[in-house]
């Protein structure tokens, strides 16, 4: 087996609705292939774990990459502050990371198009360039928090910052230039198995395990009342790192640079539990190593950041310890590096009808690669040139955004996989819309809250629940009117699912556009309100902040 790439060949099927033909052909992964023609059934073991190794990749990069410098932060900070006694959000945010991501890896492997084109072509030129810019402003100051995390962690292992940085850019970028995207996911693959690391780290400082497992399944709100506004709002960081909107544009579209087809969708669905596993292992060890690292220290509480966190490691465990997790420290910023500039990417090139596919070299794909490069080199460059004190801003402020828009990314998620002329048989069903309906309550209110804590900063604890209150008063009414709607509408036939197998999407141009209702309408525009008028606001605010510093 070589990194040839052969070429692909051209769409002929009237079907297709793949937008750029190197997303068809043979299945070209980091550990194994599947040809295009190759259609057997797989019997026995050794063959399903084949396939299986053939098509890991998208979830698995997806989820380690969710465990960036953004991450190590936001569980460094929870272990250090409260120790394990948030480790119940994690298994909580299990259920919400594969429904989401499912629903995802669906619309990538049905439609073969890309998040980005199929909220422009199904809802409009608005939502689509909404979508788009939202997404590469908030992914650009994502990467620039990548490049924070490379910056800490060579500054611990006491490496120069501008020769650190220079450096990560070119291998983050060089990655992805070889025109192969088999060599690009087995070196992916390889940062992964870095990302385990943390296991051995957890070990050698010694955790309660006991006390992590009680933690894990019991939820508690540490503090008491006069914290709870500081308690929800690491929450809230909590879901915005681990729920973040740019997965869900990169699954897709990785899922159908990949060329995985529907046929291959219980493997890919392997593929997600295997990194939601292991993101959620990580996570757990990190909340657990620093709380046993900081409790009863005078760090304890004192949260800084990540070199702060493998500075208290060292002096707990040893010079080893520290050491390791600035590597996995440095690991992790790379693979969030990949994973968001891909997205973004990817995107442009759907939106705008460029070629967009690892598959291809850089000659054929000019735009695609200028777009990844660009962005990798602009958070480089940002880095380098800002103060300690804006980098800190700007990670804050890309929390903030992240935890706001991140309801709308999940609403245009559930309209798009209840769309039938896209999805056909492989729509949604009732109890998949019913839970989805109820994170995405969930997250509106955490949005709301968020963004009343920064233009509030001394927003109280009674301030927050009477925001909850309200609602989840809203929610129940909502709901309430939706369970009314389908009962008094005209029961519709039940969606026949066989030989979805074989199903694709048609080409988007002979699809006809989803009817919006009076009520699909309203809930639009105030989602729309909702949003222009929290960015505007959260943006003031920080640039107030930056003024005044």
Same mark, same amino acid.
């Given at each position: 087996?070589?990194?040839?790439?052969?070429?692909?060949?051209?769409?002929?099927?009237?079907?297709?609705?793949?937008?750029?033909?190197?997303?068809?052909?043979?299945?070209?992964?980091?550990?194994?292939?599947?040809?295009? =023609?190759?259609? @057997?059934?797989?019997?026995?073991?050794?063959?399903?774990?084949?396939?299986?190794?053939?098509?890991?990749?998208?979830?698995? !990069?997806?989820?380690?990459?969710? =465990?960036?410098?953004?991450?190590?932060?936001?569980?460094?900070?929870?272990?250090?502050?409260?120790?394990?006694?948030?480790?119940? &959000?994690?298994?909580?945010?299990?259920?919400?990371?594969?429904?989401?991501?499912?629903?995802?890896?669906?619309?990538?492997?049905?439609?073969?198009?890309?998040?980005?084109?199929?909220?422009?072509?199904?809802?409009?030129?608005?939502? *689509?360039?909404?979508?788009?810019?939202?997404?590469?402003?908030?992914?650009?100051?994502?990467?620039? &928090?990548?490049?924070?995390?490379?910056?800490?962690?060579?500054?611990?292992?006491?490496?120069?910052?501008?020769?650190?940085?220079?450096?990560?850019?070119?291998?983050?970028?060089?990655?992805?230039?070889?025109?192969?995207?088999?060599?690009?996911?087995?070196?992916?693959?390889?940062?992964?198995?870095?990302?385990?690391?943390?296991?051995?780290?957890?070990?050698?400082?010694?955790?309660?395990?006991?006390?992590?497992?009680?933690?894990?399944?019991?939820?508690?709100?540490?503090?008491?009342?006069?914290?709870?506004?500081?308690?929800?709002?690491?929450?809230?960081?909590?879901?915005?790192? &681990?729920?973040?909107?740019?997965?869900?544009?990169?699954?897709?579209?990785?899922?159908?640079?990949?060329?995985?087809?529907?046929? $291959?969708?219980?493997?890919?669905?392997? @593929?997600?539990?295997?990194?939601?596993?292991?993101?959620?292992?990580?996570?757990?060890?990190?909340?657990?190593?620093?709380?046993?690292?900081?409790?009863?220290?005078?760090?304890?509480?004192?949260?800084?950041?990540?070199?702060?966190?493998?500075?208290?490691?060292?002096?707990?465990?040893?010079?080893?310890?520290?050491?390791?997790?600035? !590597?996995?420290?440095?690991?992790?910023?790379?693979?969030?590096?990949?994973?968001?500039?891909?997205?973004?990417?990817?995107?442009?090139?759907?939106?705008?009808?460029?070629?967009?596919?690892?598959?291809?070299?850089?000659?054929?794909?000019?735009?695609?690669?200028?777009?990844?490069?660009?962005?990798?080199?602009?958070?480089?460059?940002?880095?380098?040139?800002?103060?300690?004190?804006?980098?800190?801003?700007?990670?804050?402020?890309?929390?903030?955004?992240?935890?706001?828009?991140?309801?709308?990314?999940?609403?245009?998620?559930?309209?798009?996989?209840?769309?039938?002329?896209?999805?056909?048989?492989?729509? =949604?069903?009732?109890?998949?819309?019913? $839970?989805?309906?109820?994170?995405?309550?969930?997250?509106?209110?955490?949005?709301? !809250?968020?963004?009343?804590?920064?233009?509030?900063?001394?927003?109280?604890?009674?301030?927050?629940?009477?925001?909850?209150?309200?609602?989840?008063?809203?929610?129940?009414?909502?709901? *309430?009117?939706?369970?009314?709607?389908?009962?008094?509408?005209?029961?519709?036939?039940? !969606?026949?699912?066989?030989?979805?197998? =074989?199903?694709?999407?048609?080409?988007?141009?002979?699809?006809?556009?989803? &009817?919006?209702?009076?009520?699909?309408?309203?809930?639009?525009?105030?989602?729309?309100?909702?949003?222009?008028?929290?960015?505007?606001?959260?943006?003031?605010?920080?640039?107030?902040?930056?003024?005044?510093?």
């Amino acid at each position: 087996m070589t990194d040839t790439t052969m070429t692909p060949p051209s769409i002929s099927a009237p079907r297709a609705a793949v937008l750029d033909d190197a997303h068809v052909g043979d299945i070209q992964g980091a550990l194994g292939t599947i040809s295009l =023609n190759d259609t @057997d059934p797989r019997q026995g073991l050794s063959a399903k774990l084949k396939t299986l190794l053939a098509i890991v990749g998208p979830g698995l !990069i997806v989820m380690v990459g969710d =465990n960036d410098a953004g991450a190590f932060s936001t569980y460094g900070n929870a272990g250090q502050n409260y120790g394990t006694s948030l480790l119940w &959000t994690l298994l909580l945010l299990v259920p919400v990371l594969y429904v989401n991501q499912e629903m995802v890896l669906r619309l990538g492997a049905v439609t073969g198009v890309g998040h980005a084109r199929l909220i422009l072509e199904r809802f409009g030129k608005f939502w *689509g360039a909404f979508s788009v810019i939202d997404l590469f402003l908030l992914n650009a100051l994502t990467l620039v &928090t990548e490049f924070i995390g490379i910056t800490l962690a060579a500054g611990y292992l006491g490496l120069p910052k501008v020769g650190s940085v220079i450096l990560a850019a070119a291998i983050i970028i060089a990655s992805a230039f070889t025109g192969s995207f088999r060599r690009f996911e087995r070196i992916a693959v390889a940062l992964c198995a870095g990302s385990l690391l943390l296991v051995p780290i957890y070990f050698m400082v010694h955790p309660k395990t006991s006390q992590m497992a009680h933690d894990f399944v019991v939820p508690s709100m540490p503090g008491g009342s006069g914290e709870l506004a500081t308690v929800m709002l690491l929450i809230i960081s909590i879901v915005g790192t &681990t729920v973040a909107p740019w997965q869900l544009f990169f699954q897709q579209s990785y899922v159908i640079d990949k060329r995985i087809t529907p046929r $291959f969708m219980k493997y890919e669905k392997a @593929d997600l539990w295997i990194g939601i596993v292991i993101v959620v292992v990580g996570a757990a060890a990190m909340m657990g190593f620093t709380a046993a690292a900081f409790t009863g220290t005078d760090g304890f509480g004192q949260f800084t950041d990540a070199a702060g966190i493998a500075k208290g490691l060292e002096d707990h465990a040893g010079k080893l310890v520290g050491v390791l997790f600035a !590597i996995a420290l440095l690991d992790a910023s790379i693979i969030g590096a990949f994973a968001v500039s891909l997205s973004t990417a990817y995107a442009i090139g759907d939106v705008f009808g460029i070629k967009h596919s690892l598959h291809r070299g850089v000659g054929n794909a000019k735009g695609f690669y200028a777009v990844y490069a660009g962005l990798v080199a602009a958070a480089a460059i940002i880095v380098l040139a800002a103060s300690d004190s804006t980098l800190g801003l700007l990670t804050q402020g890309v929390q903030v955004l992240a935890g706001v828009l991140l309801p709308s990314a999940s609403v245009f998620l559930l309209l798009l996989c209840n769309d039938k002329e896209a999805l056909g048989p492989w729509v =949604n069903g009732p109890k998949t819309n019913a $839970f989805t309906s109820a994170v995405i309550g969930v997250l509106v209110t955490l949005s709301v !809250i968020l963004t009343a804590s920064v233009l509030w900063p001394n927003i109280s604890s009674s301030a927050i629940l009477d925001i909850m209150a309200a609602c989840g008063v809203l929610g129940v009414l909502a709901a *309430g009117f939706s369970f009314t709607r389908r009962r008094t509408a005209t029961k519709e036939d039940p !969606i026949d699912r066989t030989g979805r197998e =074989n199903w694709r999407m048609p080409p988007l141009e002979t699809l006809a556009r989803p &009817t919006m209702s009076t009520a699909r309408k309203i809930g639009m525009g105030a989602l729309r309100t909702y949003l222009l008028v929290a960015m505007v606001l959260v943006v003031v605010k920080i640039v107030q902040v930056a003024i005044s510093q």
